[in-house]
Structures are given as C-alpha cells and as structure tokens.
C-alpha cells in the first residue's frame, strides 16, 4: 500500500520535496488540529508535524493514527530525516504529481502546448505533463535535471546547510 501524507503548515515547504519524489502529500494550512487528524484518519494518511502537542494527542500515542515528530528546522534536511525514518525511496514516482496542488500530472501532445509554453521550450522539448486541476505544464527542461540531481544528493547522505550568518 502507498503510503500518503498531510503536511502540517509548519513544515510546508516538505510537501514539496514528497511530491516531487511522487508521495501523495497534502498541506494542511489550517490552525484547527482535529480537522487535520479528522483528514489523517479518513484518508489514512501519516502526520509529519513539528508541533510537540499534537504528537501528545491520544489517537497518536495509542497508535492509531500514524504521525511523525519532524525536528529539522531545514527543509532539504526534513525531508533526509523523513525519508530515512518512514524508509521512503527518492525515487518513489518522481515528478509524477503537481508540485503545487498535489494531483496527478497527464501526458499531453507537444502540439496542444505551442502557445502555452514560451517558443525555447516548445522548440527543444519534446514530452510534458500537465496537471488536470490548476494546469501548470512541465517539462524535462534544467529545473527538472537540477532538482533530479538534488534528490540525488540527498539521497547520498548527509547535506551542508549554510545558514545567513555563514554568507556574511
């Protein structure tokens, strides 16, 4: 069985990072927790939250509902931590869901995008999908090759995190 995730706000930026690797991820931006649990349990799917409180909630510690404590303030280093705890694959489906609104991409001919794309990108590729929902188009064109590589990386071990003060 696929496992699927609702993201808690605080670790946002996560729901991306599940997506682009093909996990069916919802980012829950509301503040009402046992709306967020209420979703969990109809959907069966796994909590990743930061939030200490909910973690003491009792449809969690009785293990009912699956959730897991995220304690990296990093994105790129939430998702290592996510990955290695729930033994989640980089390349489970990767870029197979919209990054935005999580639903799954549809192979479209090149010819119904000419004047949806600019004219480099239509001109030099040659496979795109599409979401059904919002109907942000995608390719394999440099930011797909950049963040295959950085799931690469990722899944390579450990990360360098610079923070602000490092760059001065």
């Not at 670790?11 to 093909?22: P, Q």
């Not at 980089?90 to 479209?108: D, K």
């Not at 059904?132 to 450990?158: D, F, S």
Request: glycine residues 4%; aromatic residues 8%; charged residues 25%.
């Amino acid at each position: 069985m696929e496992i699927k995730f609702i993201v808690d706000n605080n670790v946002g930026k996560l729901a991306r990072w599940l997506r682009m690797m093909g996990y069916d991820t919802l980012l829950f931006k509301q503040k009402n927790d046992s709306e967020m649990i209420k979703t969990a349990l109809h959907e069966n799917r796994v909590i990743l939250t930061r939030d200490t409180q909910l973690m003491k909630r009792r449809v969690i510690t009785s293990g009912k509902l699956e959730a897991m404590l995220i304690t990296q303030d990093h994105p790129k280093a939430q998702l290592q931590e996510t990955a290695v705890n729930l033994h989640l694959s980089y390349f489970f489906s990767p870029f197979s869901l919209c990054l935005e609104c999580n639903h799954r991409l549809i192979p479209r001919d090149k010819e119904e995008l000419r004047n949806l794309v600019p004219p480099y990108v239509f001109k030099t590729q040659n496979q795109y999908m599409e979401c059904p929902v919002c109907h942000r188009i995608y390719w394999q064109g440099t930011h797909w090759q950049a963040m295959t590589r950085e799931l690469k990386i990722l899944q390579g071990g450990t990360i360098e995190i610079v923070t602000p003060n490092e760059l001065i």
